[in-house]
């Protein structure tokens, strides 16, 4: 039996990284593993990855969910990028979270989850907005309904249903802020039977990301996943971030795992921020549920925070913690990383985070 395998990857684009792929028909059992889908090569010197001297780059699968565009038994295929020598490239995040995970972050056992905020454009302007000027403002569009108050929901519905066909650990949706804003959620479902490692939650963002910009060449919109898409008084796009350890899940020390926790990030503020986002000072401004890119804050509650708490957790002594300063257009896989080498204390002096910044 074949089947039709779209190939997944991040380019070498910045100073933030372009997805690309490309199909291939495999011959595949009914059940497939991942090691059933072969290496393949691509031309590196058009992706920003390579010199044409020197253009054979390869991907190597490592994690794949159903189609939800070709049908059952067609698959989408997250890979990662290596050279002949089967090193990871520069430009391959996700190598650097498993090395991570590798030096004493699997013992930790984490959790994430990503709140992936982006806005939706046609011909220029956002949804909803008129032509000329400014819709009303900011207040009646969060999580509302009605023709006045929300714009592209069909769209939106459409990108759940592939996410959820394809096999993805999605698990919710919203309108947010601004007038054709809108957020989804991919993480930890409360089923302990799916995946939850790190790496997987990385990989199904990405590939939700990869299922809405196919989407939006079907319905003719523009998918934006900028920091700060409309300047002025608008809310910018993030993508907050859910984490929790073994120790703050633990009932017993969970609040003292997550105050230390917290104490780690205040001291690393900077290291984050270089790897959370392009123009993330055009979000982080200390308005519009932020706090400013130049301090770090931490509050029980407060969106107004760099990190914060919710209610429920300290009221239960134990769960996890929310970093609201990864913008939408944030590498979760950088993201990942940079929160396990500092909530955890793993030396990640060896790695190259930093790579977009020190390309641009």
Not at 98 to 107: A, V, Y
Not at 192 to 216: F, G, M, N
Not at 241 to 267: C, E, H, K, V, Y
Not at 316 to 342: I, Q
């Amino acid at each position: 039996m074949k089947n039709f395998v779209e190939y997944i990857w991040l380019d070498g684009t910045v100073p933030v990284q372009q997805m690309r792929s490309k199909s291939r028909y495999v011959p595949l059992p009914v059940n497939p593993q991942i090691e059933n889908f072969p290496t393949w090569n691509f031309d590196a010197s058009s992706t920003h990855q390579s010199t044409g001297g020197n253009s054979d780059y390869y991907l190597r699968p490592v994690n794949f969910v159903s189609d939800p565009f070709r049908g059952k038994g067609n698959y989408l295929v997250m890979c990662e990028v290596i050279d002949e020598n089967g090193a990871p490239h520069a430009s391959n995040a996700r190598a650097m979270a498993r090395s991570l995970l590798e030096k004493g972050g699997e013992d930790v056992q984490a959790w994430m989850g990503f709140e992936q905020e982006y806005t939706l454009f046609r011909r220029n302007i956002p949804l909803g907005w008129p032509e000329n000027g400014y819709p009303a403002p900011q207040g009646p569009y969060y999580c509302g309904v009605g023709t006045e108050q929300i714009h592209g929901r069909d769209f939106v519905e459409d990108h759940a249903k592939a996410c959820l066909e394809a096999g993805l650990m999605f698990y919710g949706l919203n309108a947010e802020v601004m007038p054709g804003q809108w957020e989804f959620q991919i993480g930890y479902r409360g089923d302990s039977s799916e995946d939850a490692s790190l790496l997987t939650i990385c990989d199904h963002l990405w590939i939700a990301r990869w299922i809405i910009h196919r989407l939006s060449e079907v319905h003719g919109i523009h998918v934006s996943f900028e920091n700060k898409p409309c300047k002025g008084d608008w809310n910018g796009a993030g993508m907050h971030t859910n984490f929790s350890t073994q120790d703050m899940r633990n009932p017993d020390i969970g609040m003292n795992a997550i105050q230390t926790a917290i104490t780690r990030l205040a001291a690393k503020h900077e290291d984050h921020i270089r790897v959370y986002g392009f123009k993330l000072a055009e979000r982080l401004t200390g308005f519009h549920e932020t706090c400013s890119i130049d301090h770090f804050k931490s509050g029980v509650g407060d969106r107004g925070a760099s990190v914060r708490v919710p209610h429920s957790v300290v009221k239960a002594g134990h769960g996890y913690l929310e970093d609201r300063r990864p913008g939408a257009n944030a590498d979760p896989y950088r993201v990942a990383a940079r929160l396990l080498a500092t909530i955890c204390d793993i030396d990640d002096g060896s790695l190259n985070l930093e790579w977009l910044t020190e390309k641009h």
